[in-house]
Structure formats: C-alpha cells, structure tokens
C-alpha cells in the first residue's frame, strides 16, 4: 500500500471535502482517514490516503490536486507518508 | 499513524522556516575518460557525464513533488581534472578546454554547478597540477557553472607553501579578470586544507579517487527551522539548549536521509553520504548567524559567538549522525559572510571583524567563506589569510577552506552584489601589515605531530 497525505488549508466554504473527494474518487485513491478542524475560521483538513492503485504519476496526481486548489481557493498538498515517518519515527 | 500535529510541524519547517533540501550532488569519476588527446578526452568527459546525470534534475523534481520539499540544487562533482588532464594537457588553453566541456555538460543536464576543476597538491605539484591552477583565472573567467578548488595541505602531509604563494596570485588574477562583474570568479574557486572526497557543497565539491564510479550525496540545510527551535528554549539552561537543536538537527536530517535513498534508488546509482552542514541562503530568517543571536548573543561577533557556534555545530552532528549511517563531507555549519543575512549586518554594525570570523573557523566547517576584501589587498597578504586558515584545519584534524573576493577596484565602506545564492557583502577591513618576506620563504610547512596533544 502507497499511503500519502493530504493537506487542505485555507477559508473555509461549501463544498471542499466534496470536491476534494470527487477527485480523489475519480482518480481512484481510497481515503483512509480524514481529520478536520476550523482553526480561526480557517480550514484544516487532513487526510490519510492509499495511492497504491491511482491513476498517473505520484508527482502529477500532486501537481493536479495543487491546480484543484487553485480553483476552490485553498492550499492543497499531497505527500508521500514517509517524508511524516522518517521525522517523526525512529 | 501520523497525526495532524506531526503533519502541521513538518509542513510549517517546509513552508515559514525554509526548510530544504540543499542539494542532490553526483559523483562522477572521470578516470576512465583519460586520454593522451586533449580533444578524445573531452569527447570522453562529455559523454560520460551526460549520459549519467542525464536524468538527475527530472528525478529531484519527481522527488520534490513526492514528498512536497524543495530540493534547490541539484549538481555534478568530478574528479579532480588536475589527475584527469594530466596526460592530455601540455598548456593551460588545454585546461581551460576541459573547463569548457564541464561547463557544457552541466548546461546539457541542466545542473546549477558542476565541481571538480581541481587539483590535490597537498605536499606537492605535478607539472599538470601547476598548469591547471595557472589557468584557473582563465577559466573561472570564461565558464558560468564550474567551480573550482584546490587543496593546498593536510594533516598528514603538512603544508605546500609554495602552493599557497601561488593561489594567493591566483586569486588576485582571477579578480582582475571577472572585474566587471565585481571580481564574481573568485566566488567560484575555494582553497581547502584536508578537502573531503565526497563533499557535495560548491564551490568545493569535486569526487575524490578513494570514491565508486558514481555515487550521490546530498546536503541537507535548515537554519530557520534550528532558529525557531532555539526560541523555543529562550532562557532555559545548557543542557536544555543542546537538546533541542540536537532533536531538530535529526528530523532535517531524516529528509535528507529520506531524499537520498529515493534519488539513489531513482537513478540506480549508489548513496554516498549525507552532508549534515547547516547552509545559510541571503533569505531572511535562513541564517546561522540568525541561530547564535537567538542563543543570547546582541549581535554575532560579540564576545561568546565562537562558544555559541561550537554547541550549533556540535549539536547539529550529534543529531544528524543519529539519523543517517552515512555521515561526511564537510557537516558543519556554513558562516559564509555574503550569503546570511545577518552576517552581513553584523558586520555593518562594526561587531563581526575578519579576525573574529577567523576564530570561529576553529569550531564549525568550513571556513572564511564568501568574504570581500578591498582589491588592493596583495597577492601576499591574501596567500597570508590562506596559510593561516589552513594551519588552523592541519593542526585541528579538520577541514578548512578559503573562499574570498579580493573586489577590484573597491574598499571598505562599498558594497558588493553577486546575486542570487551568492548574495551581497560589504567590504571588510585586511590588517594592512605585512607578511611578504614570511610568504617569500617558499617549501612546504612539515606535517605536524600526531601526540603529545594538548
């Protein structure tokens, strides 16, 4: 399993985990866990991914959830779990 | 499983305290290009080294996109042409032709700099060696991306005086000719003292011949993050002190170790080392010196900053070695003055002088690094400020270097752009007196004892 993570910031609106969601679906990638908070009136989400069987390219399903961002206004990252496991685990 | 905490901390040292990492550096030996002719050895040189950083820059990207950190450099160190050319070149044009082919190969693969226009003469001089730091000048002048060193002594060997003599006039030859661009090439050329084979740093990076055919190191940074730790630890004790960068050093050096192992297993070529240097930019809050201030200290140069960096330095080590197996190249904290920020306002502020940054060469790698100097300083003087750096690194075990921008045509009180990475300096004061007759003696200084330390 490819797990990755995916973080959401930004002003919060209708329809972000929606439209995060649609594309996760449509791209194939299983959401594993989902966190989300509103800090400030401010957006938080994260989650938790499996990528194993995406469609395309880690770094362009990256570039393309960053362009899906752009659009809805918030920032949008995915990464790779081990960049969290290698600083936070021995 | 990772939690949201975790994933806020990591992304806030990526987004608001400049964490990166600073390079991905492949080896490339060059041995097996030599060739009696000049022209089949630079065909050699070209061929070997397109063919296999070919893919380097399209992997860091894939690998930044991955794990969404910046990787800012990715380059090519080579072996030293000093051993490479030695047969193929009789005069220093040959030289400056194979520094031509470098340069072209690195704009091919599209490095930001490639290493290695070097020559090892630590206790001696080949003819061929000679010749290429003659035309170092020429060549500094005549590339955009290749960077230069020598290494002019070490502790087992002593130190080549001669050599010195002769890079203190290189240095000054080099200044006059990239004088319309603020003597530029002298950024380019580092002289070092115990040069370490698998460095991945520039300018001083180049493949040592104890090294694999190819091999990637990568140098990790983050002095923002390790300044912003320290806060945390506002007034709390020594101890407490240590403990934090210590933690702090390992979670940077976990992402480089990370970044490494991908762009090895990417590129099928094998890991080397990981650099554990604390590397400074000019962007704001991207500051070592930024670190000791934070320590307690008005202004880096004050009475306690060599102290301060002994503990960064210290500390940064005993975290990083925690976290990867493989720890060499320089691994130290960078002091280069141009290239930090508040470096360069100490020094405005009258409290970093170039005796103080001297000291503090003592206990961090590498050395007097990215320093301006008026450009009437003589060629004597200069191989004087070089010999005395150099000393430090014999007699101390470690590596030190010299990297300093004699600026034609300017003094103290001006300033100097070089854009960029590179940053600005002001122009700090030279002791004036001199030390012609000392420089004059020529031969090499003895390698000094190994006990009776003290």
Do not use: W
């Amino acid at each position: 399993m490819e797990k990755a993570i995916i973080t959401v910031v930004g002003k919060d609106q209708v329809g972000i985990i929606a439209k995060v969601c649609a594309y996760l679906a449509d791209a194939q990638i299983n959401i594993l866990d989902i966190s989300q908070t509103i800090l400030d009136g401010f957006f938080n989400m994260m989650m938790i991914v499996d990528a194993s069987h995406a469609k395309g390219e880690f770094y362009e399903i990256a570039e393309e959830l960053e362009k899906l961002g752009e659009e809805i206004g918030v920032n949008i990252k995915l990464q790779h779990e081990d960049i969290f496991n290698k600083m936070h685990r021995i | 499983m990772i939690n949201l905490f975790e994933v806020a901390e990591t992304n806030k040292m990526i987004e608001q305290e400049n964490l990166d990492v600073r390079t991905i550096t492949i080896g490339i030996s060059l041995l097996d290009c030599m060739d009696a002719n000049i022209d089949v050895l630079c065909q050699n040189i070209y061929q070997k080294i397109t063919s296999i950083a070919k893919d380097l820059v399209k992997t860091g990207e894939a690998i930044e996109k991955k794990y969404g950190i910046p990787i800012v450099n990715k380059r090519i160190s080579v072996t030293p042409i000093g051993f490479v050319g030695a047969s193929a070149c009789h005069s220093t044009d040959d030289f400056v032709k194979i520094a031509h082919t470098l340069d072209r190969c690195a704009h091919v693969v599209g490095v930001n700099f490639i290493g290695g226009y070097s020559a090892i003469v630590s206790k001696g001089m080949t003819k061929a060696e000679r010749l290429l730091i003659e035309s170092i000048p020429q060549a500094m002048r005549e590339t955009e991306l290749v960077c230069s060193s020598v290494n002019v002594g070490s502790t087992k060997t002593g130190i080549n005086m001669d050599a010195v003599k002769l890079i203190g006039e290189i240095v000054k030859e080099t200044a006059e000719l990239t004088k319309e661009n603020d003597s530029i090439g002298c950024a380019k050329f580092v002289v070092f003292c115990n040069a370490p084979d698998d460095n991945p740093f520039m300018a001083g990076a180049f493949h040592g011949v104890s090294e694999a055919d190819s091999i990637i190191n990568v140098g990790v940074s983050g002095p923002g993050v390790v300044r912003n730790a320290i806060k945390t630890a506002k007034g709390k004790d020594f101890g407490e002190l240590c403990e934090t960068v210590k933690k702090t050093a390992f979670k940077i050096t976990r992402v480089g170790q990370l970044v490494a192992r991908e762009a090895s297993a990417a590129l099928n070529i094998p890991f080397g080392i990981i650099d554990l240097s604390l590397a400074p930019t000019p962007a704001v809050g991207d500051s070592i010196a930024d670190c000791l201030q934070e320590m307690g200290l008005e202004r880096v140069g004050a009475p306690g900053t060599t102290a301060a960096l002994a503990i960064l330095n210290d500390q940064v080590k005993k975290g990083g070695v925690m976290a990867s197996s493989y720890v060499g190249g320089l691994s130290g904290a960078f002091i280069p003055v141009s290239e930090d920020q508040s470096m360069i306002d100490a020094v405005e502020a009258g409290a970093l002088t170039l005796e103080k940054l001297e000291a503090m060469t003592c206990v961090c790698s590498v050395g007097l690094d990215m320093i301006a100097i008026p450009g009437k300083t003589s060629a004597k003087t200069i191989a004087g400020i070089i010999a005395d750096e150099m000393a430090i690194g014999m007699i101390n075990q470690k590596t030190t270097a010299v990297r300093i921008i004699p600026v034609v045509g300017k003094d103290v009180g001006e300033t100097v752009e070089f854009g960029g990475l590179l940053g600005y300096a002001p122009i700090m004061p030279v002791n004036e007196f001199s030390c012609d007759e000392f420089i004059d003696r020529g031969g090499r200084i003895p390698a000094p004892i190994h006990s009776f330390k003290n």
